[in-house]
């Protein structure tokens, strides 16, 4: 038996290089996969693929009546909606907090930040109805401490980590639970491709070669412990953060002089 049969599960950013993965190990698992993005070809074309079990569903996370569409969809066709992974996020182009313009700004607590408030929002009904089910925010380890010319982004991370927690407080007595994995450097186009208005990508200023596990992560590192997370495997854990990043905030693995 899969660890998801007969469960619905809905990944924002769906189509995307971690959002892909996700999806696809899920419905490996025997969930019914709702693939949420604002991309259709991408998002259609991933659901053609799997064919049975998976639905392209379009979602703008910004929006509350397309995260209401989005929820209703999951319901409507696969009839319940059980596990919720807000996976979908953007990146601001790297510059000075004093460089930095308020739509900038706007623009990426818009969809990191009220993104996943809304989701959390919309979908705890959906979830109340399923009996209980699980909601994993996956956020950052910049959200774990200060990034210089990242501040939009940085504050959004933060951010949902209060919220995941605050969620799993509300939530935990309707058997809902709510957990954030904060991935490191993960090879994905986010790292490999500048961010709109960038010239370079994190990878171009990036080297893993200093630390404990010295290579980029890859979407697989994430969604072998997504999984987890959203099973029943995980059912005494809520409130909870996650780091998948190699030893990334561990520091340089300085190795001593062997004599």
Sequence with gaps: MNRFDDQTVLVTGGAGGQGSSHVRAFHAEGANVVIGGIDAGRGAALA???????????????????????????????????????????????VPIE??????????????????????????????????????????????????????????????????????????RDRIRVNAIHPGVIATPFIHEPAAGATAAIADFYSPEPFAIPRLGEPADVTRLLLFLASSEASFITGSEYVIDGGLLLGPALQAAVA
């Excluded at 989005?70 to 319901?75: D, P, R, S």
């Excluded at 993104?115 to 950052?140: E, M, Q």
């Excluded at 910049?142 to 949902?160: C, F, Q």
């Design 99 to 172: 460089s930095t313009d308020q739509a900038t700004w706007s623009r990426i607590l818009d969809v990191n930040l009220t993104g996943t408030f809304l989701g959390i929002k919309v979908a705890a009904p959906a979830l109340r109805r399923a009996a209980g089910g699980a909601i994993v925010n996956i956020g950052s380890t910049m959200g774990l401490g200060g990034t210089a010319h990242y501040a939009p982004y940085v504050a959004s991370k933060w951010a949902v980590r209060g919220l995941t927690q605050t969620a799993g407080l509300e939530l935990g």
């Design 48 to 94: 053609d693929e799997l064919g049975s079990r998976a639905h392209f569903t379009r979602l703008d996370v910004t929006d509350e009546g397309s995260w209401s569409a989005a929820v209703g969809a999951a319901e409507s066709v696969y009839g319940t909606l059980d596990v919720l992974v807000n996976n979908a996020g953007v990146q601001n182009p790297p």
